[in-house]
């Protein structure tokens, strides 16, 4: 989609009062210049939740996060910024122009929705029809309350059920094809459908539209996989989509914490048993789009595997996104032989509550698999060891948790603070030559705004008045935004070519100097 014009995100923003804004989700006493409320982003009870109604913009100084309207929507409401424009210019009565491409692309989206909706009506009725399925269900242990609420179905032991029934209603196939619900034979050329014989999950994206299906194997044959997906489609990209998101959000926020699990069985299992704020991956590795998603959520995070070596895999590597981007990781392996569907069925919901709080934290995990991996006892594979405990901290954005790290790893390597700090830091310096040798070259000169004549001070809007915010409160205030700052934006982020680079020198320090970098 074509960025909205600089000069209508102005109006929108300058046409609504943030202070009425954030009224109608926070309670606000008027305190001198400012207003103040409890922060809807964090538990207190004492007031640390300010907005300036002069700057138009919010900030709390007991969680950190700040910025302007738009951002307090996009963080309280989960919105992307588009969204969050969107819904003010709605608001306001300010049109945003939409370009034809954009009302094409818009609308082939809704009709490929619309293909997986159809479908799932489909799949949806077939399981009502099918005694076998249900008694499959029921001998799993799923109740017919959570096949209708998580709209569970059946995708017929048919080479064209689907098919048939879509050229019935005389439905254009396309968008069937689009969305990856049917697939062409090498042999004859003809459709065919991608589910047969399988129990059918349907993938919904945080605004509640089906997006996808995963597909469980009814059939006994070895040879047919165990479960499938539905393909990457213009609606569905597998590594921004974690399963049941949609029905956990609300108890995600009120636990302060959500639980990863990989399979779907494992979600409907603790879901019966109570546990709402769980999400699973589907045997989808996490990604940093993951981690930017549950961050709208929480920050808190338990990943809860299988106890065989590929689950422990599977969470040491997921692990690692969530915490190098500063969410607070932990993992619960259960018991052996065990998996959450398993231990839930048979100790109940508030025997896995109970073990959650027994989880660890994710460098304690890490640090147990190095020792199993490694003879720390021999000099060569204890470098190698604190060469991975490097790594693994190289890209973790905070200096402060890196210092509290490494000075646990030390505490229990019984190694010298100072000598891992030093290996760090060369890390660090190599890993900047390295980005700076491999980035691409700036925007041509002519692409940042010409100065005006005479000594009339240079005025930005639109976009780049909101880059230029952004760079003010990461000067002003870096200790308190920094973290939010630089989850939410990248340099790509930046049109001006200026603001980009002063983005990129903040990032890379510590403690900013804003006169030095204001004048270099």
């Known amino acids: 989609m074509p960025p909205i014009p600089e000069h209508i995100i102005d109006r929108i923003r300058d046409s609504v009062n943030i202070v009425d804004?954030?009224?109608?989700?926070?309670?606000?006493?008027?305190?001198?210049?400012?207003?103040?409320?409890?922060?809807?982003?964090?538990?207190?009870?004492?007031?640390?939740?300010?907005?300036?109604?002069?700057?138009?913009?919010?900030?709390?100084?007991?969680?950190?996060?700040?910025g302007n309207v738009y951002t307090f929507l996009m963080r309280h409401d989960n919105l992307s910024f588009v969204e969050a424009v969107r819904r003010l210019a709605d608001e306001t009565g300010i049109k945003i122009p939409v370009s034809r491409e954009t009302r094409r692309k818009e609308g082939e989206n809704e009709q490929l929705f619309k293909a997986n909706q159809i479908a799932l009506n489909f799949f949806r009725q077939r399981l009502q029809q099918s005694p076998r399925v249900q008694q499959y269900l029921q001998q799993r242990g799923i109740t017919r309350k959570t096949i209708e609420h998580f709209k569970l179905g059946f995708a017929p032991d048919e080479w064209d059920g689907l098919l048939k029934h879509i050229r019935r209603f005389g439905y254009s196939e396309k968008p069937y094809e689009k969305v990856g619900l049917f697939t062409t034979s090498e042999k004859s050329g003809n459709l065919y459908d991608r589910f047969r014989n399988r129990l059918i999950f349907p993938i919904f994206n945080t605004s509640g539209k089906?997006?996808?299906?995963?597909?469980?194997?009814?059939?006994?044959?070895?040879q047919t996989p165990k479960y499938i997906n539905s393909p990457e489609s213009p609606i569905y990209h597998k590594g921004r989509v974690l399963y049941g998101l949609n029905f956990a959000a609300e108890a995600i926020r009120e636990a302060g914490l959500v639980i990863v699990v990989e399979g779907y069985m494992d979600l409907l299992q603790l879901h019966q048993q109570g546990v709402g704020n769980v999400v699973a991956t589907s045997g989808t590795a996490l990604t940093e789009d993951h981690a930017?998603?549950?961050?709208?959520?929480t920050r808190r995070v338990v990943l809860c595997y299988d106890a065989d070596n590929a689950g422990i895999q599977a969470a040491a590597r997921g692990g690692e996104v969530l915490f190098q981007h500063l969410l607070e990781t932990q993992v619960l392996i259960l018991p052996p032989g065990e998996d959450p569907d398993s231990f839930v069925k048979q100790h109940g919901g508030d025997a896995f509550r109970k073990l959650v709080t027994q989880a660890q934290d994710y460098l304690t995990f890490r640090l147990d698999l190095l020792e199993r991996a490694h003879d720390l006892q021999q000099a060569a594979e204890r470098s190698r060891a604190i060469q991975e405990?490097?790594?693994?901290?190289?890209?973790?954005?905070?200096?402060?948790?890196?210092n509290f790290y490494l000075e646990k790893v030390a505490e229990r390597w019984q190694l010298p603070i100072a000598m891992l700090l030093n290996e760090f830091?060369?890390?660090?310096?190599?890993?900047?030559?390295?980005?700076?040798?491999?980035e691409a070259p700036p925007p041509p000169p002519e692409a940042a705004p010409k100065a005006p004549a005479g000594d009339a001070p240079l005025m930005f809007s639109g976009a780049w008045g909101a880059e230029k915010d952004v760079i003010l409160l990461l000067l002003n205030a870096?200790?308190?935004?920094?973290?939010?700052?630089?989850?939410?934006?990248?340099?790509?982020?930046?049109?001006?070519?200026?603001?980009?680079?002063?983005?990129?020198?903040?990032?890379?320090?510590?403690?900013?100097?804003?006169p030095h970098l204001l004048h270099a």
């Open 210 to 222: 089906v997006v996808g299906f995963g597909g469980r194997t009814l059939s006994d044959d070895p």
């Open 21 to 66: 804004v954030i009224g109608r989700y926070v309670t606000l006493k008027k305190r001198g210049r400012n207003y103040v409320g409890l922060c809807p982003f964090h538990t207190e009870k004492t007031p640390s939740f300010t907005v300036n109604a002069e700057k138009q913009i919010f900030h709390c100084f007991g969680c950190g996060t700040g």
């Open 292 to 297: 930017r998603l549950i961050r709208r959520y």
């Open 478 to 514: 870096h200790d308190q935004v920094r973290e939010q700052v630089y989850d939410l934006l990248g340099e790509e982020d930046f049109r001006n070519p200026e603001f980009r680079e002063l983005f990129r020198l903040i990032g890379a320090l510590e403690v900013p100097d804003a």
């Open 425 to 438: 830091k060369k890390k660090h310096r190599a890993r900047r030559q390295r980005q700076r040798y491999g």
């Open 389 to 402: 405990v490097l790594d693994l901290l190289l890209p973790v954005p905070d200096s402060v948790q890196v």
